[in-house]
C-alpha cells in the first residue's frame, strides 16, 4: 500500500501537472490505485503503469522519456512537431487538420482522492 508522502506527490502531480501535459488526460476513478494507461491511435490500451510508489519528479521523467510534450504553461500552443506526440509515427498525418483532438492519441491518468 503507497504512503501517505507517495500519494500527496501523485496529487501534486494530478494538480499541478496533468494541465501541462499534451495528449495527456485525467480520468478519476473512485476507489482506484493511480496509474497511467497507455492507449494506441485507436483507443486500444498498451500498457499500464502504477504511480502509486513514484514520486511527482519521478512521474515527470517517465513521461518525458515516453514522448509526451510537457508545455510552460497550460495555455501555451503545443508546437505542430508535437501534436500526435508521444506517438512516432501518426496514422492521421495524411488527413486534413482540424481543432478537434477526438482522434488524438492519449493517456489517461487514473486516480483515487487522496
Do not use: C, W
Not at 38 to 53: M, P, V, W
Not at 81 to 109: C, L, M
Request: proline fraction near 9%.
Amino acid at each position: 500500500m503507497p504512503n501517505l508522502s507517495s500519494l500527496l506527490q501523485v496529487k501534486a502531480f494530478v494538480t499541478q501537472d496533468i494541465p501541462l501535459y499534451h495528449n495527456l488526460v485525467m480520468k478519476h476513478i473512485p476507489g482506484a490505485d493511480p496509474e497511467l494507461v497507455l492507449l494506441s491511435h485507436y483507443y486500444d490500451e498498451l500498457d499500464r503503469i502504477a504511480l502509486s510508489h513514484m514520486t511527482r519528479t519521478e512521474i515527470n521523467e517517465l513521461l518525458g522519456e515516453l514522448g509526451f510534450y510537457k508545455k510552460e504553461k497550460p495555455e501555451d500552443e503545443v508546437p505542430e512537431e508535437f501534436r500526435f506526440s508521444p506517438a512516432k509515427d501518426s496514422p492521421f498525418k495524411d488527413e486534413p487538420q482540424h481543432t478537434s483532438t477526438t482522434s488524438e492519441p492519449k493517456a489517461e491518468a487514473e486516480h483515487t482522492d487522496l
